[in-house]
Nanobody
Framework: QAQLVESGGGSVQAGGSLRLSCAASGITYNRYCRVWFRQPPGKEREGVASIDTSGRTKLADSVKGRFTISQDNAKYTLYLQMNSLKPEDTAMYYC???????????????????WGQGTQVTVSS
């Protein structure tokens, strides 16, 4: 059974950076679509970045030019590098895996097979 554990969240000022990590176990991680989602307070969960089984990445328009998704297959770890953070980036961030295609940030929540527990990111102005 897949287990996903996020880390790296915290509180930063606007313009700062954070790197989130998502360590996977129980699955062959790079055989799945992997997506970073976030859920701002009082809002719906939304996808921000994805990486498919070929390593192709996609970013939501709201984070293009600021966020980068990457992976370390040897460590079964997914990363989200977040630069130039804005207060509107404040959210709980989750990593997720899916067997389904296409793999993109807008993947339906119903198609997610496994979720991490989330890590909180707070950006102050």
């Amino acid at each position: 059974q897949a287990q996903l554990v996020e880390s790296g969240g915290g509180s930063v000022q606007a313009g700062g950076s954070l790197r989130l990590s998502c360590a996977a176990s129980g699955i062959t991680y790079n055989r799945y679509c992997r997506v970073w989602f976030r859920q701002p307070p009082g809002k719906e969960r939304e996808g921000v970045a994805s990486i498919d089984t070929s390593g192709r990445t996609k970013l939501a328009d709201s984070v293009k030019g600021r966020f980068t998704i990457s992976q370390d297959n040897a460590k079964y770890t997914l990363y989200l590098q977040m630069n130039s953070l804005k207060p509107e980036d404040t959210a709980m961030y989750y990593c997720a895996t899916s067997r389904y295609a296409p793999c993109y940030p807008g993947l339906s929540l119903n198609l997610v097979d496994a979720w991490g527990q989330g890590t909180q990111v707070t950006v102050s102005s």
